[in-house]
């Protein structure tokens, strides 16, 4: 079984920067694909990251200033956001899946889900 959980959220003002943190328990961490994704108040869920073993994805509305990694020492993923603006407020999700082969922008392709972070960002 799977689990997630999140870390790393919070109030933040215009042009900070944060990192979230994402653990990951089970025993396949390394051979999983990771994700984030968002949902600001009254929207859908917006794909925002993905990470394999050796490739990464993000998201158009925040390339350039959003950055994934991962540890597999620590069995965690990380979002470093950066040069935050407004917009960004979102419950922030991690995701993982076991079956995938590399990363995808589809919610639907992702098995397993944190409970969320609130990212706050305002003045």
């Known amino acids: 079984q799977v689990q997630l959980v999140e870390s790393g959220g919070g109030l933040v003002q215009p042009g900070d920067s944060r990192r979230l943190s994402c653990t990951f328990s089970?025993?396949?961490?390394?051979?999983?694909?990771m994700g984030w994704s968002r949902q600001a108040p009254g929207k859908e869920r917006d794909f925002v990251a993905a990470i394999s073993r050796s490739t990464t994805s993000i998201a158009a509305s925040v390339a350039g200033r959003f950055s994934i990694s991962r540890d597999n020492a620590k069995n965690s993923v990380y979002l470093q956001m950066n040069s935050l603006k407004p917009e960004d407020t979102a419950v922030y999700y991690c995701?993982?899946?076991?079956?995938?082969?590399?990363?995808?922008?589809?919610?639907?392709?992702?098995?397993?889900w944190g409970q969320g972070t609130q990212v706050t960002v305002s003045s």
């Open positions: 995701a993982a899946s076991t079956s995938l082969s590399t990363v995808s922008g589809r919610a639907s392709d992702y098995g397993y």
């Open positions: 089970g025993r396949t961490f390394g051979s999983s694909i």
